[in-house]
């Protein structure tokens, strides 16, 4: 079976950090683009970092710039997306998405959703005030 798997969600106080992973399972990640959204209650899905194949190329969301890391290890076929100073309004779930380009430029756009080919099940990240 084809899918992603995201782990390392929890509850964190703010001014935490937490570490999330995205591994393949089925398939190798190594020719795809990775973004990890976000989807807080009655909010639309945001596009939060993309990374692209060959890691040339990694985009953020203005809101996180400076606090989280995205990086990836084509050899485990897992992604990383390391959060740190969280914020309460970094709250949501968390899913990673694969999409099937090699190209430099797929990550210009950060949040359309209708290009991916594989959907994690999403990991909630919950920030305490």
């Known amino acids: 079976q084809l899918q992603l798997v995201e782990s390392g969600g929890g509850l964190v106080q703010s001014g935490g950090s937490l570490r999330l992973s995205c591994a393949a399972s089925?398939?190798?990640?190594?020719?795809?683009?990775i973004t990890w959204f976000r989807q807080a209650p009655g909010r639309e899905r945001e596009g939060v970092a993309c990374?692209?194949?060959?890691?040339?190329?990694?985009k953020y969301v203005e809101s996180v710039k400076g606090r989280f890391t995205l990086s990836r290890v084509n050899a485990k076929s897992t992604v990383y997306l390391q959060m740190n100073a969280l914020k309460p309004e970094d709250t949501a779930v968390y899913y990673c998405?694969?999409?099937?380009?090699?190209?430099?430029?797929?990550?210009?756009?950060?949040?359309?959703?209708?290009?991916?080919?594989?959907w994690g099940q999403g990991t909630q990240v919950t920030v305490s005030s």
């Open positions: 990374i692209s194949s060959g890691a040339s190329t990694i």
């Open positions: 998405a694969a999409a099937r380009s090699q190209s430099a430029d797929f990550c210009t756009i950060l949040s359309e959703t209708r290009r991916y080919h594989y």
């Open positions: 089925g398939f190798t990640l190594d020719l795809h683009a």
